[in-house]
């Protein structure tokens, strides 16, 4: 079983558009991170969030982490073509280094 | 600061040959570094936790003797997929953990591994 469920797995909008994506667990975490990964790269940091009911924002991009500290979304206002990109949520449990990943959010972003 | 260097980028070796890739810690030491794996179009898969001075934590599912980790010093941490086969053909990224403030994790850039 997967720790952490992201969804959905894969997202093609038009640009101009909202979206949401979604990391959820029945577990607890001390963090969420969320994660931007181009073709052939390591992931880049996009956002941490380590306290319940956190938001964070980045330009176009809210991050929330839910109350519980066990699920977080990220919600892109007015998508672009540069938005276009695997996301991926990670996180750490309590008491634990590990980071483990959603299956990830294959976003495409069309003109 | 805290960048994690890995080595090679891209790898094709034969069938059977054996491939180490490292990973470096630049500007930090790293006392646990992480390896993870990564089909296409896939998330990335926890393999084992690399701790400097020990034996590394494996996944469930993952072959020690397969995947041999060695974290000698605070700053290198090496992977040598053993008698390669083309199914090991994938992309292996590590990451290190900086345990400091709420960044926490750097990873490397990745390494290509062709198996032919």
């Known amino acids: 079983t997967q720790l952490l469920e992201q969804s959905p797995q894969f997202l093609s909008i038009q640009e101009g558009e909202n979206l949401t994506v979604y990391c959820n667990s029945s577990?607890?975490?001390?963090?969420l991170q969320w994660y931007r990964q181009e073709p052939g790269e390591g992931p880049v940091l996009l956002v941490t969030v380590v306290t319940g009911g956190e938001v964070k924002k980045l330009k176009r991009l809210t991050f929330q982490f839910g109350d519980a500290r066990k699920d977080s979304s990220l919600h892109i206002t007015a998508a672009q073509t540069g938005d276009t990109g695997l996301y991926l949520c990670?996180?750490?449990?309590?008491?634990?280094?590990?980071?483990?990943f959603g299956q990830g959010t294959r976003l495409t972003i069309n003109p | 600061g805290a960048v994690v260097s890995q080595h090679p980028s891209r790898v094709i070796c034969k069938s059977g040959t054996s491939v180490k890739i490292e990973c470096r810690s630049l500007d930090f030491q790293a006392t646990t570094m992480f390896w993870y794996r990564q089909f296409p179009k896939q998330s990335l898969m926890l393999m084992a936790t690399?701790?400097?001075?020990?034996?590394?934590?494996?996944e469930q599912g993952v072959e020690k003797d397969k995947f041999l980790i060695n974290h000698a010093s605070l700053t290198l941490s090496t992977l040598t997929v053993t008698s390669a086969h083309p199914e090991d053909s994938s992309f292996y990224i590590c990451?290190?953990?900086?345990?400091?403030?709420?960044?926490?994790?750097?990873f490397g850039s990745g390494t290509r591994l062709t198996v032919v």
């Open positions: 577990s607890v975490f001390s963090s």
């Open positions: 990451s290190a953990f900086t345990g400091t403030g709420v960044r926490g994790y750097t």
């Open positions: 990670a996180g750490a449990r309590q008491g634990a280094q590990k980071l483990v």
């Open positions: 690399s701790n400097e001075g020990s034996k590394a934590t494996y």
